[in-house]
């Protein structure tokens, strides 16, 4: 199988995954119009959790989700409210929520480098028996091919919340125009912090799988990932969280193919699309408009 | 181009205000090493001095917070290093030059001033990346020393910079004095409370961002080559680092009080010992208490400390009240 085929067959299985691990923090733009900085931050805690859960009671990622998604939700929840609300009061809350989830960020880096250490740590890829299986003539591990099918399952749970569910309707009408909703009696708080904890819960979700398949777990990394994040919802298009698997595909395919032919600078290629698509088409590839005049 | 704008409308207003800026902040830089023997971290000091009034320039005026805004920082640095080991050139024209590299830059990126807020913030920041890898990138070790640093030891003189660094502290703080009180400040002002009503005025809101753009990236540039001088070699993370040369540089002017005159100057003082004196003694827990510092900064004092300390000084000097 030549190089240019695997790297084509495994760029889907990264497109999944980075979908899910960026989804969460377009879901918060989109709904509060506040940027999480500290996104990363919590997909770092959601894989520490579930490298806590392998070592010490041996279970398996996906056996993990049923623990990681609650505690996750709950942490969401219960953050939205001291933080969020006095937030959108101030003056300008997009730019003032950079600095304050900046702060998060640091405070949540900080505590777990006091709780986990400075160490890279992963799951490992025996959790899942047999370790390799052959999907139409490609063998690859199966944890791989698990977090793609988690991370499918998850966008279309996602995806059915926003478009199938009265609470879905209220949130992609606060997406839409913030005002007209509020007239129209959308409960903004119930609607956002709902929001709020399914973002802080998909990133978990990701981390959960995130040391298969992208960067070793250390507190240091949530900064990557809230950067690839951002540059994928970005190319995507903010506001639109579907548009994140636009986004995502776009993201993977380009890391994908610059790690085979140029992997000094495989690591720059997000930020270049990211610039690239911002000057070109701010809005992004599926968005309306943002630039102002 | 129209210098009129620069122009001050009632310069000798200034006096009293340039006074109570200089005045302080010599006191601090020529005192404060015979006091507590450590230049260097006077000499950070002064650094961020020069960066916080950068900052406030564009964050402060114009509302647009440039979150990566280090680059400019760095980039100065790089310049001033790279100029003095490869091409031998003195100093001073060689930070100058630097400063001028990290000007260009921001010219590149003025088409990002078009954006509204969250997208010019994330740009500058994945800018700040790039810009990183690019530079500590192993493929460019003959030109930037890559990830293995660049050193320029051969112009190393401690006090003359410092000697430099201090004045031009002290002048960026009066650049920002200069811009409240002139028409061009009052512009920024107005496009940043009122985008609209100003362009409908006539006035071209981005002509105007992009020259506050231009100076505090000068500023930058300028602050990021005398501190690679100061160091005479660094690493690629000494100078792109996020956490001191952006982060903690909005902190600082947030705490302050960002827009302000006084506020960036006295903000920095203050924190920066704070940061210091906390990364003595609590190493372990710093990133914890400086991340809850910044949650309740945001969250209950918006507007940092200038308008409290100014309302403090009127009670002071107007007991009853001013008229």
């Known amino acids: ?293 | 181009m129209n210098f009129r704008h620069f122009f001050l409308k009632d310069p000798k207003r200034m006096w009293p205000e340039a006074s109570m800026l200089v005045a302080p902040l010599a006191v601090i830089f020529i005192l404060g090493p015979d006091i507590y023997p450590n230049q260097s971290i006077f000499m950070e000091l002064a650094v961020f001095i020069m960066l916080a009034d950068a900052l406030n320039i564009v964050y402060g005026y114009t509302g647009y917070l440039p979150f990566g805004f280090g680059v400019f920082f760095a980039v100065g640095a790089y310049g001033t290093a790279i100029l003095i080991s490869h091409a031998s050139w003195q100093v001073a024209p060689a930070i100058i030059a630097g400063a001028c590299l990290a000007a260009l830059l921001s010219l590149l990126f003025t088409p990002l001033l078009r954006l509204s807020g969250a997208y010019f913030a994330i740009s500058s920041l994945a800018a700040f990346e790039a810009f990183y890898l690019i530079f500590s990138n192993t493929q460019l070790t003959s030109l930037t020393g890559g990830p293995y640093g660049i050193s320029f030891t051969q112009v190393y003189n401690a006090n003359l910079d410092y000697t430099a660094a201090v004045v031009l502290a002290i002048a960026s703080a009066i650049v920002v004095l200069v811009i409240s009180k002139s028409t061009f400040g009052i512009a920024l002002q107005a496009i940043r409370e009122d985008r609209f009503a100003v362009e409908l005025a006539g006035v071209s809101s981005l002509r105007y961002r992009t020259y506050a753009w231009l100076i505090s990236s000068f500023i930058s540039g300028i602050a990021g080559g005398l501190f690679g001088w100061y160091q005479g070699f660094f690493y690629p993370e000494a100078v792109f680092n996020l956490t001191e040369f952006s982060v903690l540089v909005i902190v600082f002017v947030l705490f302050g009080g960002k827009g302000t005159v006084f506020g960036p100057v006295v903000g920095t003082v203050i924190l920066f010992l704070v940061y210091e004196i906390l990364s003595l003694t609590f190493s372990n827990s710093l990133l914890i208490i400086f991340g809850l510092l910044l949650v309740v900064l945001v969250l209950f004092i918006p507007n940092g400390i200038e308008p409290l300390l100014r309302k403090a000084a009127d009670l002071l000097l107007y007991p009853d009240g001013r008229d």
């Not at chain 1, 997009?94 to 740590?121: N, P, R, T």
Request: proline share 4%; hydrophobic share 55%.
């Open chain 1, 1 to 293: 199988m030549s190089l240019f085929v695997d790297a084509f067959v495994t760029s889907i299985l990264y497109a999944a995954f980075f979908s899910i691990a960026a989804l969460g923090l377009n879901l918060v733009f989109g709904v509060m119009r506040i940027v999480n900085l500290a996104h990363g931050e919590f997909l770092v805690m959601g894989s520490y959790l579930a490298i806590a859960l392998a070592d010490s009671y041996g279970f398996n990622p996906v056996v993990s989700l049923a623990v990681v998604v609650p505690v996750f939700l709950a942490i969401g929840l219960l953050l939205y409210f001291p933080l969020v609300p006095r937030l959108q009061k101030s003056g300008d809350p997009e730019m003032s929520s950079f600095i304050l989830f900046f702060g998060v960020s640091y405070a949540m880096e900080g505590l777990a480098v006091q709780l986990f250490g400075v160490s890279y740590q992963s799951l490992q890829y025996n959790l899942f028996k047999p370790i390799h299986v052959e999907i139409l003539g490609y063998v690859m591990p199966t944890a791989w091919v698990v977090t793609a099918a988690v991370s499918v399952a998850a966008l279309a749970l996602v995806y059915f919340y926003l478009y199938r569910t009265g609470l879905g309707l209220q949130t992609r009408a606060l997406m839409i125009n913030r005002d007209e909703a509020m007239a129209n009696g959308v409960n903004i708080n119930a609607v956002s912090a709902i929001a709020f904890g399914f973002s802080i819960a998909l990133a978990a979700s990701a981390g959960v799988f995130s040391s298969f398949i992208s960067y070793p777990t250390s507190p240091s990394i949530g900064d990557t990932f809230t950067l690839i994040s951002f540059a994928i919802i970005i190319i995507g298009a903010l506001g639109n969280p579907l548009a994140t698997v636009v986004g995502a595909v776009v993201f993977a395919y380009a890391y994908g193919y610059t790690e085979i032919y140029a992997a000094n600078w495989s690591s720059i290629v997000p930020f270049i699309i990211l610039i690239a698509v911002i000057l070109a088409r701010p809005q992004g590839l599926l968005g309306r408009k943002a630039r102002e005049f």
